[in-house]
């Protein structure tokens, strides 16, 4: 069996790779991409978390079903976003967007 620590050094280091995507791109389509990462770090540690604690209740699955919920919303709403500004300013680098400055 595999230790909690293993599946916990597994989500963190998952949740930094998407916190660098985030933070070192410019792109706004890899900006989504290392939020996704960030979600599916939070995914690993609620199954991990539910498999240690409590696996005769169905808890961590529900929350993690919501996670994914809640980032397949994020996902269309942020491409739907990026497509327009792309449509308007033909570029999706996150610097030259500034739709809502004077």
């Known amino acids: 069996m595999i230790p909690l620590s293993w599946y916990l ?4 280091a998952l949740f930094c ?3 660098f995507g985030v933070l070192s791109r410019k792109n706004a389509i890899a900006i ?24 005769d209740t169905i808890a961590g699955q529900a929350f993690a079903i919501m996670v994914f919920a809640v980032a397949a919303a994020e996902v269309a ?3 739907a976003l990026i ?4 449509r308007r300013r033909n570029t999706v680098v996150a610097d030259e967007i500034d739709l809502m400055k004077w």
């Open 83 to 86: 497509i327009a500004v792309y």
């Open 9 to 12: 050094v597994f989500a963190a």
């Open 17 to 19: 790779i998407g916190l």
């Open 32 to 55: 989504l991409m290392g939020i996704e990462l960030m979600l599916n770090a939070v995914n690993v540690n609620l199954i991990a978390f539910w498999r240690y604690r409590t696996p």
């Open 77 to 79: 709403v942020g491409l």
